[in-house]
């Protein structure tokens, strides 16, 4: 699916579509006759509602109807109403409305999909493809940002996450809303919010119980289609599974047996389906598919940005194959649920900071399991700086090795590193910009460093989801995480510390939201591990990233060091934590040799012919109006 959506104005005619490939398009109007939404969604992707001088789409998956979706747009006066409509849409869509002249757009909070804009000429105009919007312009790299794009392990930090590698491309964060009005200006106002804690153990576990039903009803509702899971073994996968089981059509399960002999994920997954027997469970063999690093050429690579886990393309590649010769549309992962649902020491020091006696039993669990002694203890009682001032110290550590001890982590994200190979000139780059960001004193994405750190991983799971999908969608499938969703994301973080801490169980709360319905899986004391899966694609695809260092296109945009990463590819590894940073370079790398010979492509092409499909169908529509 791709969109272009374009302000209520006379100054969208000067918008030269036929730059764009989207003949086939279809095209949708403002109450005043103008273009407003161009193109290539499919009716089941499309929920919408029509009012005198009004409009909403919703594209993506909800369980909200047309008609669910007029009565509720009825209450809306102005775009600042939408704030109360989007609160009340389930499932993970992408929102565009048009209301008296005025044009707002906006995502999921996850940004699992997402609006850029660009402003072009007198007038701005809104994709939720950042490379579309590229096409509108020069099509220029934005070479200030590549150097950010190396940090690991999730990327930089908030709020330069949300930077753009095209020039004039800027980005919607998720969370917020694009407005435009009819005289060209524009804000971006932060519309969601996370809940405050303040539901017990109990209480949040049927919102976080209802939220899940309704995520995975938005995949099903409604369609005689089947739907693919992913049937790990773990709890989160698990429990998806047996929610879509209630509700789908017929449910086909994807289990991809793990290389290491001492991974028991087979075991458990293999016993939950025989709780399954109307499933249709698929198990891809050891080793059949796929390895890490199988594809390192620059055929199909997102031009957008550059993919969070490279390594790992083929692999969603052959999940969308499965899903599709399965007949489904969605396949759905656990991708978040750990984020969500798995207490960490910043969940204790967020209670130590308001009930100082709940948190003791809770410290003296964690210190015994991570084996603390008492000065990594009494860290859990110190004070976490505002978040500015912690985004401002991350600047001093780009280049400090990564601790693998079990100390207390207490910042608000997982510290930004620069990859050992990275050169003084990128780790310089990035320092300089992490300080000017962090001068600027932005908000965090919650005020508890906890719930923060939540969202801005839930994001990085979302922006994982939006590229895998874009391979997904060549097979007419789509890679989808309920647990993502909006309205689950806050049911989680609407349930007290204590609370999430209950018992001292891995996921307290969605073993007790989904207490019946998920046999066994919460019984678990083990946790998979995928080393075996990166040593072994490490081997097989080392000599294809040996041969990615022979003409490394950062290497010549003076920001990696082409020796330094061959020397920890060819290198031996004791464990996996070293090759962290290689998902982001890799990205980079083929994203950036993709980019270079898209726009290489575009200069000597030659110039698209003026009377394409869109164009006419365009300029039909504005004569229209005349």
Known sequence: MTLLILPDSDNTRSVELSRLELDNAQ?????????????????????????????????????????????????VTSTADIDTLARRIDGSVLLASSIGGTLRVQGPVSTASKFFFLTEGKTAVVSDRAHVLSQLSTGEINEANLALALLSPYGAPWPLSEETLWKGVVSVPGGYALTIQANGSRSIDRWWHP?????????????????????????????????CADFSGGMDSTTLAFFAADQAASL????????????????????????????????IARGSGPHLYSNLNVDGVDLDGPSPF???????????????????????????????????????????????????????????????????????????????????????????????SSAPDIDWEVGPRMPPWATSQAVEEVRQRIINAASAQPEPLSPLPVDHSIIRLMQVNGTAMRFNNKIAARHGVWLEAPFADDRVIEAALSVRLEARLADGRPKAVL??????????????????????????GLKQGRPALDELCDDLALGKAGLVSALTLRRIITGLHPDVRPLTPLDSTIGLELWLRAAKKSRSDSLSAAPRQQNSALTQKIKQIWEARL
């Not at 939404?37 to 009012?51: H, K, N, R, T, Y």
């Not at 976490?384 to 600047?395: G, Y």
Request: proline share 6%; hydrophobic share 35%.
């Open 27 to 75: 095209v949708k109007l403002h109450p005043s006759g103008r273009p407003w939404i161009i193109g290539d969604w499919s009716a089941e992707d499309l929920v919408e509602a029509e009012l005198t001088d009004a409009r909403i789409c919703l594209f993506g998956p909800t369980t909200t109807s047309k008609e669910q979706l007029k009565r509720m747009f009825r209450s």
């Open 195 to 227: 809940p405050g804690p303040e539901f017990s153990l109990e209480q949040g576990a049927a919102r976080v119980a209802h939220a899940i039903e309704t995520a995975v009803s938005a995949r099903t509702e409604g369609s005689q289609r089947p739907v």
């Open 252 to 283: 086909v399960t994807v289990h991809n047996e793990p290389l290491g002999d001492a991974n028991d994920d087979t075991s458990w997954a293999e016993r939950c389906a025989l709780e399954l027997p109307n499933a249709t469970h698929v198990k």
């Open 310 to 404: 490279a390594r790992a393309r083929d692999t969603y590649d052959y999940l969308a194959q499965i899903t599709a010769r399965a007949g489904a549309k969605y396949h759905l992962g656990g991708v978040g649920a750990d984020e969500l649902f798995q207490p960490t020491v910043l969940t204790i020091v967020a209670l130590a900071q308001t009930d100082l006696k709940k948190t003791l039993p809770h410290v003296r669990r964690f210190r015994h399991r991570y084996r603390w002694n008492l000065r990594e203890t009494r860290t859990i009682f110190s004070k976490i700086p505002r978040f500015h001032r912690w985004l401002a110290s991350s600047s001093d550590m780009l280049e400090s090795p990564r601790t693998w």
């Open 511 to 536: 073993e007790r939201a989904t207490r019946g319905r998920v046999p066994y899986v919460f019984d678990r004391t083990t946790k998979g591990d995928y080393s075996a899966e990166i040593y072994d």
